[in-house]
C-alpha cells in the first residue's frame, strides 16, 4: 500500500511536465525549492524547538555562493555547486548555532531575525563580489555536458535533488542524531540526563538546517535566474515559518504540504495586488485556529487516528 | 452519410470561424496587457499609482470612447512586492498562463532586469520599464521608459557648465548601478566641457544618515552638488546641510529623484534647491495633455490626486494606445513594435513632440527647476538630451 502509493507519487512528479501546462512546471520546482528549505527549517524548529525567523539569510547564502561559482566557473557540475554551496551555507549555520546556544524562544527568534538582515546588509556592502544592489544574473547550470536551460531541466534537476533531501530527512529521525533531536524537543532536562549532549547537537541542528537551505538556495537561483539582495527580505523567512506551521511541526510530509500550499497559495493571491498580504494572513490565521497541528496533524485525524 | 456531410460542414465552419494565426492576447474585441508590479512592500504606492492610477486611467478613457479599432483594452496586475523572484513567476505567469499581448510599466531595476532576457527569449513585447538604469538598451522587444541616466547627465552638465557657467563639482550619490551609471556620465559630459568631478561621496542604499558624506563634501567648496539618490536620503541631505550652515553650493537633483515625495521630506530645507523635471507639474501645468490628464482623473478617479507616477503611467497606456492603434486592424506583436518604432513627432501634450525610432527610448528629454515656496518653478524650457 505505502509502496503503490510512494510509486505513483514518484511516476506523478516525473510525468508532470509532460502533463500540465509550462507554468505549473516553473511553480512546482519553486515549490520543491521552498519544501527543501522547509524541510530544514521543520529540523531545527521541530525537532529541536529552535524557531529561526533567518532562513532567508541561509537560502541567500547558498544562493549567492552557487551564482558566483557558476558564473566564475561555468563548467562547474551543478551537483558540486550545489554541494560548495551547502557546505559553505553548513558553515555559516555552525558559526551562527555556537552563539545562538545560549538563547531560547523570543531571544533566539531575534537572532535569527538579525542574522537574516546581516545576510542582505552584506551582500548589499560587498558589492565588488555580489554586485550589491543591482543584482546578479545567474548562469544555466551544467550537468556534464547539458546546460540545464528550460523550465523542464531544471524541474527535473530540482525534483532529483528534493527526492534525496526528503528521504535523507525522513531516514535521519531513525539515526541517533535524530532521535537525540527528539528528545531535546521533548525535554531538554530529560535529554540531558540521558546521556543526550545538548549543545553539540543544538548547533548541529543548526547546521544541517543550513546545510538543506543552502541547497535549495543553489537551486532557487538556477530557477529564478536572477538575485539581488531584494528577493531574501525578512518577509520571506517569515513564509517558510508560516510553512512549517501550516505544514505541521516536526513532520516531513507536512513540511513538502506546507510549502506546496503556501507557495501555490503566494502564487494565486498575486492577482489580489495590494489586498495580497491582508488575504494571505487571514488565511493564515485561520488556518492556525482550525487546523492547530498543521496538515500532518489534520491527515492523521482525518485517517482516524489521534493526533 | 449525411451524418458525414454535416460533421464536413461544421468542421469547415469552425475552421473559417477560427483566425489564421491568434495573436496572444489579442481577439476581435479584446487587447489583454499587464505587468508585475509593486503592490505591497517599498515602492507600493508608485506600483499603485503607474498601473491602476495611470495606465488604467487613460485605457478607461480609450474604452469608454469605443476602444482600439473595436477593440477594448484589459489590464491585469500581479504583485511582485519588489522581490525578483515573484516577478519571474508573475511574469511567467502573464505570458504563458494568461497569454497577455505585452507587459508594460513593470517598476524597479531588480524585478525588471530579472525578467529581460525571459521576455526579449519569448518575443513579449516589454514596454516602458520604469527605472532608469540603461541595461535596457539595444534589446528588440523592449522599449525604455523613463529617461535613462546618461541623456539625464548631457541636459545637466550642458545647462550648468555651458549656459550657467559653473567650474565645480561634485556629487553624492547612491552606490548602484543607478547611481553610477549617472556618475560615469557627469564625468564623461563634464570632460567634454573641459571639466572634472572634483569629489563624489558615495550612500549605500536603505541609509539615511549621511552627515560625514555631506561634511566630506563641504570641505572640497563646490558650486554644484549633485544628488544622485532617492527621496529618503537626499532629503536627509538638505536638512543636514542647512544644519551646518553650508550655503555656498547649489544643490541638484536628478530626474529620477525630483519629485513631490522628496519635497514632501525635505520641507523648507529644499528651498532653493535645483533640478532636472522628467515632468511638467501634474498639479499645475498648462499644457494640454496634463489639463486633460487632470479632467479624467476627476471624472474617472475623484478620490486619487495629480501625481508624478499617475501621471507616468497615463502617458505609457498614452503610447500603447497611439502604438496599437497605428498598428491596425491586424494587431501583432511584430506590428506594434514596427508602430512604436515608427512614432515620429508625435504630439502627447504632456512632453515635447516625441520620436522614438531604432534607439527605443521613449523619453528623452526633461527642463530645469528651481524649489520656491515649496513647488518646482520651471527655469527653463524643454532641454536637449540628443
Known sequence: MRRAALALGLVALLAWPWASPRYFVFLASLSVVNAIVAIG?????????????????????????????????PDTPVVVTLAVAALVTGLVG?????????????????????????????????????????????????????????DTARYYLVVAVGVVMVWAALNLARTRTGRALLAIRESEIAAQASGVHLARYKTLAFAISAVYTGVAGGLFAFVVGF??????????????????????????????????LL????????????????????????????MPGGVARAFRFLKGEQG | MRYQRAWLVALGALLAAAPAAAEPGVTDTEILIGGSNSFSGPLAFTGEQITKGGVELYLRVVNDAGGIHGRKV?????????????????????????????????QGSPPVVATLDYLEEQKVPLLFPYQSSPVTRGKRWIFQGMTVSDRSSKMMIDY????????????????????KSFLTAFEKDLGRHGLKLGAAESVKRGVTDVSAQVAKLQATKPDVTFLVLVPGPAAQALKERQKIGWSDTLMVSTGPLTDERYLALAGEAAEGVEGLSLWPDPATSDLPGV?????????????????????AGYFAGM???????????????????????????????????????PDHETQKQGFWVRVEKGRFKPVTDWLKGE
Open chain 1, 227 to 260: 538575485l539581488s539582495p531584494d528577493a531574501f527580505d525578512v518577509f520571506l523567512s517569515v513564509d517558510y515559518v508560516a510553512m512549517i506551521i501550516v505544514g505541521g511541526l516536526g513532520s516531513v510530509p507536512g513540511s513538502i504540504a506546507g510549502a506546496a
Open chain 1, 263 to 290: 507557495t501555490v497559495l503566494n502564487d494565486s493571491l498575486a492577482g489580489f495586488q495590494s489586498y495580497r498580504p491582508l488575504i494571505f494572513g487571514t488565511l493564515l490565521i485561520l488556518s492556525l485556529l482550525f
Open chain 1, 94 to 150: 555552525l558559526g551562527l548555532g555556537v552563539p545562538c546556544l545560549r538563547l531560547e524562544g523570543l531571544y533566539l527568534a531575534m537572532a535569527t531575525l538579525a542574522f537574516g538582515f546581516v545576510v542582505v546588509e552584506a551582500i548589499m556592502n560587498l558589492d565588488w563580489l555580489t554586485r550589491g544592489n543591482d543584482g546578479l544574473r545567474v548562469p544555466a547550470a551544467r550537468l556534464g555536458p547539458w546546460a540545464l536551460q528550460s
Open chain 2, 160 to 179: 550648468l557648465a555651458g549656459r550657467r557657467k559653473f567650474k565645480k563639482f561634485a556629487a553624492l550619490y547612491q552606490d548602484d548601478e543607478y547611481g
Open chain 2, 319 to 357: 503610447l500603447f494606445a497611439e502604438a496599437a492603434k497605428r498598428a491596425g486592424t491586424n494587431l501583432t506583436r511584430e506590428s506594434l513594435i514596427a508602430a512604436l518604432e515608427g512614432i515620429k513627432g508625435w504630439e502627447s501634450g504632456i512632453l515635447p513632440p516625441l520620436t522614438i525610432g
Open chain 2, 291 to 311: 489639463k486633460l490628464y487632470r479632467e479624467h482623473m476627476q471624472k474617472y478617479a475623484p478620490r486619487n490626486e495629480p501625481n508624478r507616477y499617475s501621471m
Open chain 1, 41 to 73: 527549517l521543520n529540523l531545527l524548529s521541530g525537532y529541536t524547538n529552535q524557531l529561526s525567523f533567518g532562513h532567508a539569510g541561509f537560502l541567500a547564502v547558498g544562493a549567492y555562493t552557487a551564482a558566483l561559482l557558476t558564473t566564475r566557473w
Open chain 2, 74 to 106: 484589459r489590464t491585469l496586475w500581479y504583485d511582485d512586492a519588489y522581490r525578483p523572484q515573484d516577478a519571474v513567476a508573475n511574469t511567467k505567469k502573464l505570458v504563458e498562463q494568461d497569454k497577455v499581448f505585452a507587459i508594460i510599466i513593470p
